[in-house]
């Protein structure tokens, strides 16, 4: 018992020593912002519920709602860049890489609220790469080919099979031997039964498969903590 007793009052003196050590830490806190108000001006509000996403402003410190704003922009960006070729698709995405050029190159930020972002767009990478998928395929899609039912599941098959590397002709929506052919090909690399057969299920399995190569490993900018660089287009 004298001893259990013993290692409690160790315990109650290490408490009461790091309680201290915290007042102690917020005290000097308080006063250094008190000598330096610029500091307290500088240091960005939290974001409300609601506002996990928030587009940055041209210019000052990000907090992390902004932050996740531009790491979520920067995975949309790789997405549509591999789906939009040419065109008037590629010019609205080259409009919004410049936007998103404009605000990275003044990008500043605390680490803590840094680690924060990432969090928040580490849990959503995944449907942040399916919904700018779906937006990008719908964008490329011509209209006359999503008006038809069979149309629409040939190209995008065939688009797929272009994104995965295995059909190197023309998205048309029109079934094709050479798209049939680049379709068994693909079942012969994933050791199925070479079919050539093109429906809504195999459509889909194409999706899944593109979907997973493309979620990151990680987020983040990478490099220091002030500015990063510009995204190319």
């Known amino acids: 018992m004298g001893a259990l007793k013993k290692y409690l009052v160790y315990a109650i003196i290490l408490a009461v020593l790091s309680a201290a050590a915290v007042f102690l830490n917020e005290l000097r806190t308080a006063r250094e ?8 001006v500088k240091t960005p509000p ?3 519920r609601g506002e996990e996403f928030r587009k940055p402003s041209q ?3 990000m907090d992390s709602s902004e932050l996740a704003w531009m790491l979520r922009e920067g995975i949309i960006l790789d997405v549509w860049d591999r789906i939009i070729s040419d065109g008037p698709e590629r010019e609205r995405y080259n409009a919004r890489v410049r936007e998103y050029n404009d605000l990275a190159v003044a990008i500043e930020y605390r680490e803590s609220a840094m680690n924060s ?3 928040l767009v580490e849990r959503s990478k995944g449907e942040v790469v399916r919904s700018s998928e779906d937006e990008a395929m719908s964008l490329v899609m011509p209209e006359n080919i999503k008006k038809d039912a069979r149309a629409s599941v040939v190209w995008r098959v065939q688009k797929y099979l272009k994104l995965l590397g295995y059909y190197a002709g023309d998205i048309t929506g029109k079934e094709e031997r050479k798209t049939t052919d680049a379709v068994k090909t693909f079942e012969i690399r994933t050791d199925s039964e070479p079919t050539g057969k093109i429906d809504e299920p195999f459509a889909k399995e194409l999706r899944e498969i593109w979907i997973s190569r493309n979620i990151p490993v990680s987020v983040g900018f990478g490099g220091s903590s002030r500015g990063t660089p510009p995204r190319s287009f």
Do not use: D, K, N, R
Not at 33 to 40: I, K, L, N, S, T
């Open 33 to 40: 912002y008190a000598e330096h108000p610029e500091f307290a």
């Open 59 to 61: 210019s000052g410190l």
């Open 117 to 119: 972002a990432v969090t």
């Open 46 to 48: 939290a974001p409300s």
